[in-house]
């Protein structure tokens, strides 16, 4: 059976999400443009999104949360966190950036690893799930 190479989901406020291989991570974010059917084929146009500015917030984040965790020196943990983070939306990027920023405590939970900002007993705290 040949493997699944790419993956679109289409949205009905017109967000396109691409995934590659058998990930479920994001590769790509489109905007529909067009969505029509012309000689019997469904014919849509997609024009990419710039994700450059979320892929930064997301290393930057990654940053900040492995060196609170005390892992600062290490590549590996980076790109962990990097590789989860980069699927969350920007809105929430900023939120837990300036919640780290403000000096909410951040630790790691051992179990289901996990990253907990914030008091981690209350609906406030954040919990970034890295294995599940």
Do not use: W
Not at 14 to 23: A, F, I, M
Not at 58 to 68: H, Q, V
Not at 75 to 89: A, M, R, S
Not at 115 to 124: L, M, W, Y
């Amino acid at each position: 059976m040949p493997e699944i190479k790419e993956d679109f989901s289409v949205y009905r406020d017109g967000t396109v999400y691409q995934s590659k291989g058998r990930s479920d991570h994001i590769a790509k974010e489109y905007t529909l443009v067009r969505d029509e059917t012309y000689q019997g084929h469904r014919v849509i146009e997609l024009q990419e999104k710039d994700l450059t500015t979320l892929q930064e917030k997301a290393k930057r984040l990654a940053n900040l949360i492995a060196d609170k965790i005390g892992e600062g020196k290490s590549k590996t943990v980076k790109d962990i966190l990097f590789d989860v983070l980069k699927d969350y939306f920007e809105k929430s990027l900023d939120q837990l950036l300036k919640k780290i920023e403000k000096g909410e405590p951040v630790r790691a939970k051992e179990g289901c690893f996990k990253i907990v900002i914030g008091d981690g007993r209350t609906k406030k705290s954040d919990h970034i799930m890295l294995r599940e």
